[in-house]
């Protein structure tokens, strides 16, 4: 006579053992599923800093391509209206010309097409570690010392470590840091 096994279920050591296979898969899938959220949130996170990078660096550009001097200037006044001024500094240099790129928003406000736009560098009043990169523009050219002229100021790129500008020289056909 042959013993005969009953069909009607699994034994506990099976459900166990089916258990523990299952926890281990599920143990290795959530880790699997946990490390590819957090690389794609570290993915994310780069683009969108490339991103600000990329449009800061083609406004600088853009508004450093229309900037000018004008011939027609007074060079007896101490405050010309047109110029273009740098200084090297140990993390973000300082820039200051007279430009073109200036975008009159509202009908009737005395603005020009011209104005005076300075890139340089603040510490966030926030949080003192973190230096950005800061825009200010005038309204309009005026006669003036730009440090006291109406201007608006903002973060153009936040959290930078450095910005550093070269000038080619015509006269002396060499680049320049100031």
């Known amino acids: 006579m042959t013993a005969r096994r009953s069909s009607s279920g699994f034994t506990m050591v099976e459900l166990m053992l089916a258990m523990a296979i299952f926890a281990f898969i599920t143990t290795l899938m959530w880790g699997s599923f946990s490390?590819?959220?957090?690389s794609k949130r570290a993915i994310q996170n780069e683009q969108e800093r490339a991103h600000t990078v990329r449009v800061a660096l083609m406004r600088m550009s853009r508004?450093?391509?229309?900037?000018?001097?004008?011939?027609?200037?007074?060079?007896?006044i101490t405050n010309r209206r047109t110029f273009f001024t740098a200084s090297a500094r140990a993390d973000v240099d300082e820039v200051t010309f007279s430009s073109f790129a200036h975008q009159r928003l509202r009908a009737g406000v005395p603005e020009g097409d011209t104005s005076l736009i300075s890139y340089?560098?603040?510490r966030d009043p926030d949080d003192r570690r973190v230096l950005n990169l800061m825009r200010r523009e005038t309204r309009r050219l005026q006669a003036e010392d730009p440090?006291?002229?109406?201007?608006?100021?903002?973060?153009l790129c936040p959290?930078?470590?450095?910005?550093k500008f070269t000038f080619w020289d015509h006269k002396l056909k060499a680049w320049q840091n100031d």
Do not use: C, H, P
């Not at 391509?65 to 060079?75: C, F, G, K, V, W």
């Not at 440090?147 to 973060?155: D, G, I, L, P, R």
């Not at 959290?159 to 910005?163: E, F, I, K, P, T």
């Open 120 to 122: 340089f560098g603040a």
């Open 63 to 76: 508004e450093l391509e229309m900037a000018y001097l004008s011939d027609n200037e007074n060079t007896a």
């Open 35 to 38: 490390q590819t959220a957090t």
């Open 147 to 155: 440090n006291v002229m109406t201007a608006e100021t903002y973060v």
């Open 159 to 163: 959290d930078v470590a450095r910005v």
